[in-house]
Each structure stands twice: as C-alpha cells, then as structure tokens.
C-alpha cells in the first residue's frame, strides 16, 4: 500500500499493470454487490480532481480512482506508448488485474476520450459512460511538430514551459467561480507537473497521441452515455458537447449555467445527483436539462 499524499486519510495503492505501475485509490462498499464506478482524470491532473465527488460516490458504489502512466502518482514510463487507445487498454487491463468484471466509467476531459476507448474495446463490461466536458474532435500534432520534439532544445523549451506555467492562473481559467480556487487546491494540481520525469512523458503523449475519435467510430459507442458541461467552458467549448451528442446514438447532455471546465469542482452535488439518476435509470429512457 503507498502513502497517499493528496488525500491523507485515503489509502493509495501499486499495481504493475503491462509492465507500468499504475497509483490508484479504492474506495471499497459493504454492500458486495455495489456496482463498481472508474474515475479517469483528464490533461494535467490525477484523482485530485475527483476528491469533491468521491464523499457523495462512496455511499452508494464501489469506487476506484487512478492516475493514468505519466501523470499524479503513477509511473513516469518511458517504456509506454502513450496513445489514447492505449490508455483505453489499460483501463481493461487494470480491471483484469482487480478481477472486476463490470463497471461504469467516468472520465472528464481527456479521460472521457479514453474512457470511450475502452467502451469500444470492452463493449460487454463498460456499462455506461458519464463524461465530463469530454475532450473531442482534437486532430493529431502536426509532423513538423513531432519532428521539432526530437530536437535537443526542445525538451529544454517544454521543460521551461511547464515551470512557467502558473497553475492558480490555469485553475481561473477552467474555473468560472474564481472563488474556489484554494491553496489547497494550487498545490494538490502543482504537485503532478512538479516531478523532472513529467516533462518527458508530456514529450512522449505530444509524439503517440492519435486525434480524438471519428464520428464515423463515435457511432460504435452504444452504451448508455450521460455527458456534463458547464456553459461558460473555455477549454472544451459546449459547440462540442452538442456535437458530441450527435454523434454518440445513446447520450444524453446535461448544460450547468455558470460553470466551467472542471465541473466536479464547480457542482459536485448536482452532478452526484445526475449520476445517481442515470445509473439507476433503465436504458432506453431520456432525461435532458440545457
């Protein structure tokens, strides 16, 4: 079992999945036949930035969180091949290794692509997805960019980047109540990006990463599929959340005014709520708030 140094009354724990140790924290029911429910955390960020959901979660189901290779907790690998569907395989791969069977993913930003990735690999044990401002339609780097990634530089440049970047300013950003941006908080999402290794994996993900899904493969997702945005989001702007549910045959789209990118942190009780309604809600049946 790890230290956990976010949550310090959460235990953490390793698991070696495909040659990578994967950090994640397991929050376990006492009722044995809770479903099971996967937080995947988005660009930049780790189980963090579930910890205002977790309270309400874990009264109902079994949850697991983890920080995906490269990123919180998890191994710096330079061995992984860091691909969205790759992440998508290890996700089935983690539930393999915990022999779960079944279980309801939900991913925000980034993680919400890779959870569809793994809906698509494992149709018959991801139930539903519920997606917070899912990240969409982003096109691979350019080659000219890729190439660049070689050049000895730039690894500097990335490097100096990282260190530049103000993160209380980046949570204002993402954030549309400036309020609820804490010490706190700056320090638990600067501590992922504060590690030297960081910096080559975030080199390795600009190389491997593939663009977002094809609408033409978004089709392929028939699961259940709850999405959330907050209206004022500025970095997955709510134009692709439409879209997105045009495209997913089985989705349902709920709108929060006043709120931004990281919704869990802006509404964690009202997401709880439509999260409880949705997984106990038959398939088949609509519910719809813009």
Same mark, same amino acid.
């Given at each position: 079992?790890?230290?956990?140094?976010?949550? &310090?009354?959460?235990?953490?724990?390793?698991? *070696?999945?495909?040659?990578?140790?994967?950090?994640?924290?397991?929050?376990?029911?006492? %009722?044995?036949?809770?479903?099971?429910?996967?937080?995947?955390?988005?660009?930049? %960020?780790?189980?963090?930035?579930?910890?205002?959901?977790?309270?309400?979660?874990?009264?109902?189901?079994?949850?697991?969180?983890?920080? !995906?290779?490269?990123?919180?907790?998890?191994?710096?690998?330079?061995?992984?091949?860091?691909?969205? $569907?790759?992440?998508?395989?290890?996700?089935?791969?983690?539930?393999?290794?915990? *022999?779960?069977?079944?279980?309801?993913?939900?991913?925000? $930003?980034?993680?919400?692509?890779?959870?569809?990735?793994?809906?698509?690999?494992?149709?018959?044990?991801?139930?539903?997805?519920?997606?917070?401002?899912?990240?969409?339609?982003?096109? /691979?780097?350019? /080659?000219?960019?890729?190439?660049?990634?070689?050049?000895?530089?730039?690894?500097?440049?990335?490097? $100096?980047?990282?260190?530049?970047?103000?993160?209380?300013? *980046?949570?204002?950003?993402?954030?549309?109540?400036?309020?609820?941006?804490?010490?706190?908080?700056?320090?638990?999402?600067?501590? &992922?990006?504060? =590690?030297?290794?960081?910096?080559?994996?975030?080199?390795?993900?600009?190389?491997? /990463?593939?663009?977002?899904? $094809? %609408?033409?493969?978004?089709?392929?997702?028939?699961? &259940?599929?709850?999405?959330?945005?907050?209206? =004022?989001?500025?970095?997955?702007?709510?134009?692709?959340?439409?879209?997105?549910?045009?495209?997913? &045959? *089985?989705?349902?789209?709920?709108?929060?005014?006043?709120?931004?990118?990281?919704?869990?942190?802006?509404?964690?009780?009202?997401?709880?709520?439509?999260? !409880?309604?949705?997984?106990?809600?038959? =398939?088949?049946?609509?519910?719809?708030?813009?």
């Amino acid at each position: 079992m790890a230290v956990n140094k976010q949550h &310090p009354f959460v235990p953490g724990y390793r698991l *070696n999945v495909n040659n990578v140790e994967i950090y994640y924290e397991y929050f376990n029911h006492e %009722s044995p036949d809770a479903k099971v429910i996967v937080l995947v955390h988005g660009f930049l %960020s780790s189980t963090i930035s579930f910890r205002k959901l977790l309270p309400y979660l874990t009264k109902e189901y079994k949850v697991i969180a983890l920080d !995906l290779p490269g990123f919180g907790q998890s191994e710096k690998s330079t061995s992984f091949i860091y691909k969205l $569907s790759n992440y998508g395989q290890l996700i089935i791969d983690f539930l393999d290794k915990l *022999n779960i069977q079944d279980v309801i993913l939900i991913g925000h $930003s980034m993680g919400g692509q890779i959870c569809m990735h793994a809906a698509r690999k494992a149709p018959e044990r991801i139930k539903k997805l519920i997606l917070l401002g899912c990240c969409s339609y982003v096109k /691979r780097a350019s /080659r000219s960019l890729i190439a660049c990634s070689y050049l000895p530089l730039f690894t500097w440049g990335m490097k $100096s980047w990282i260190q530049k970047k103000d993160v209380k300013q *980046n949570l204002l950003a993402v954030l549309h109540d400036s309020k609820l941006v804490t010490q706190e908080m700056i320090d638990g999402y600067s501590k &992922p990006i504060s =590690e030297a290794a960081f910096t080559h994996c975030l080199i390795r993900l600009l190389r491997h /990463r593939e663009g977002d899904m $094809s %609408s033409e493969e978004l089709k392929e997702i028939t699961q &259940p599929v709850l999405m959330i945005w907050g209206k =004022e989001d500025k970095v997955i702007p709510l134009k692709t959340g439409y879209r997105l549910k045009h495209d997913l &045959p *089985n989705a349902e789209l709920i709108v929060y005014e006043k709120c931004g990118h990281l919704v869990m942190e802006e509404k964690p009780e009202e997401i709880t709520n439509e999260i !409880l309604r949705f997984i106990a809600q038959p =398939e088949g049946a609509s519910h719809e708030i813009l």
